[in-house]
């Protein structure tokens, strides 16, 4: 297939990319290299796409109506696998117009190249921290999720709706993804484990939010990108038990489905450091601070809805998943 994978310089995409290209699909990636985080990084990730055959490179923002016409129109990919986005929760307390001009101008034009152009599916990323201030463990994609405590949350709860709107009105087929604390090699420097990794290794206390009790259903790459083009694969269509009466907030009677994808056994914070202390053969200085304004307690995936959808289920623990992201990070020591 020919497929668009938005954001290729970026953790996720640059790894999805490279997985669809292995199994012999056609990539169109899009990525505008923006510097929230360090560009060379971003540019180390595209230099693994060098030499191999089927990917073709747009150096694009998705904010940009004209340059988004053209790519859909030049390029007319089968499907789309939408990951590019302003990361990070905190930054848009310093940056808000940035977040709306990128997730929601920019998926905007994503939807709109995909109603124009005949796309057979969309899968695009959402975020576990659409659950918000909801506090019922695991979080399930068939609960309410209307009290996102942060900009970026709410973008993201604003793209559920959005595809879920397209896919009623034109018959897209859309399977949204809340994305669970991904980590792993070629990971973002915001990150907790990339600071964590850094800051041990230069001898630097690390900060720890919350005194470290937080527990996050922290997912390894590798099994990330497995649900991701399994979903690829799987194109939804109405489904057949959708009640208007009470509605299911994760299906519905258009093409379209939302669900989470993480591993279902979340760890304490307190546990991923000892972990990785042990992979540096460091111990860390820790500096406890409370919990940061518009974090959660806890997150914990329920994904029981991909598991019977398309078969997945998280297979890397965080020991082996760690010991993974540390060799990579020694060997390339960025910045």
């Known amino acids: 297939m020919k497929i668009l994978v938005t954001g290729t310089a970026g953790f996720i995409g640059s790894h999805v990319a490279l997985k669809l290209l292995e199994r012999g699909d056609e990539v169109i990636g899009l990525d505008n290299l923006n510097d929230y985080y360090d560009v060379s990084l971003k540019k180390a990730r595209l230099a693994r796409f060098e030499g191999r055959a089927g990917y073709t490179h747009v150096h694009a923002d998705l904010a940009d109506r004209m340059a988004m016409e053209k790519l859909f129109a030049e390029h007319r990919p089968q499907r789309v696998v939408h990951l590019a986005a302003q990361a990070g929760v905190r930054y848009a307390a310093q940056n808000p117009h940035v977040y709306i001009s990128s997730n929601v101008t920019g998926f905007l034009h994503v939807l709109e190249g995909c109603r124009h152009h005949g796309v057979e599916h969309l899968v695009f990323a959402s975020t576990s921290s659409v659950y918000g201030a909801n506090t019922t463990m695991p979080f399930s994609e068939h609960q309410s999720a209307e009290h996102p405590l942060t900009l970026y949350a709410a973008s993201k709860k604003a793209n559920e709706q959005m ?59 590798d099994d990330i990108v497995e649900g991701v083009i399994r979903t690829l694969d799987k194109v939804p269509g109405p489904d057949p038990d959708w009640n208007s009466a009470a509605p299911d907030p994760a299906s519905s009677n258009a093409p379209y489905r939302i669900y989470n994808i993480g591993n279902e056994r979340p760890v304490e914070l307190l546990r991923y450091i000892e972990v990785l202390e042990e992979c540096l053969g460091r111990k860390a200085r820790m ?49």
């Open 287 to 335: 500096e406890m601070l409370p919990l940061q304004a518009g974090d959660v307690p806890d997150t914990e995936a329920d994904v029981s809805s991909l598991i019977d959808a398309v078969g997945y289920r998280p297979k890397v623990s965080v020991e082996e998943g760690v010991r993974q992201f540390v060799d990579w990070y020694l060997q390339y020591q960025p910045r």
């Open 163 to 221: 595809a879920h709107s397209y896919a009623h009105l034109y018959r897209i087929p859309s399977t949204g993804l809340r994305f669970f604390t991904v980590y792993g090699p070629w990971g973002r420097p915001d990150m907790a484990l990339f600071l964590f990794t850094k800051a041990i290794l230069a001898g630097e206390p690390i900060k720890v939010f919350n005194h470290g009790k937080h527990k996050r259903s922290f997912t390894f790459i």
